[in-house]
């Protein structure tokens, strides 16, 4: 599996649309998760957040919040933004445009929220501006990708991974999903301890 934790100036150029970081003269980080809602794994999310007085943003599956709405209503809830992760985590590599836009379209039944991120980052440049101009959404990319998802490496590298590359304005990227359980179990506490220690704080997407 091939990906960069921290994302390269020349991907942030050919997506020039997108939103890859919130600058700011401010120590402040921006965590995503995506994937869920889930029942268990979410909520541990939410009460690590809470410790901190952390917002955070989720970019929600429209199947999940349909199965898991006490937990999406929790997000809601307790401060945090919502942003749409289609309805069954599309590849738009892989999928026509036609089914990529109803899928993000049957999420947003959902989730109401104008904020888009694409499964896997992948999103052709045609789709770009079709999600920008006609649903009206802004693409959110992320800065630092923590590699939760991957079982091949451990949950201290997971950590280092996001310790490493953050700085004020980045976004970074976890998933509240069972692959990604060990690493996040492990790295998301820390990090939010690190980080705070450091004075930083911890804010919402809000565009």
């Not at 995503?32 to 029942?39: I, L, M, R, T």
Request: with cysteine; charged share 25%; hydrophobic share 40%.
């Amino acid at each position: 599996m091939r990906y960069a934790t921290k994302t390269p100036w020349w991907l942030k150029k050919l997506y020039p649309s997108c939103i890859w970081e919130m600058p700011s003269d401010e120590k402040k980080i921006y965590l995503s998760f995506d994937d869920g809602p889930h029942p268990q794994i979410t909520p541990f999310v939410l009460d690590e957040l809470k410790k901190f007085d952390a917002k955070a943003t989720f970019f929600c599956l429209g199947k999940n919040v349909a199965n898991y709405g006490d937990t999406f209503r929790r997000i809601l809830n307790e401060g945090h933004a919502i942003g749409n992760h289609t309805f069954h985590h599309k590849n738009g590599w892989k999928t026509n445009d036609r089914e990529y836009f109803q899928d993000i379209a049957a999420a947003k039944k959902y989730i109401d929220s104008a904020l888009f991120r694409p499964p896997y980052g992948k999103i052709t440049p045609w789709q770009v501006r079709n999600v920008k101009k006609n649903l009206q959404m802004h693409i959110v990319m992320w800065s630092v990708l923590s590699a939760d998802f991957d079982a091949k490496i451990n949950p201290e590298t997971c950590l280092q991974n996001t310790l490493l590359a953050a700085k004020p304005g980045s976004i970074i990227v976890f998933h509240d999903s069972e692959k990604a359980w060990t690493n996040l179990a492990y790295a998301l506490p820390r990090v939010l301890t690190h980080f705070s220690e450091e004075g930083y704080r911890f804010d919402k997407i809000n565009l």
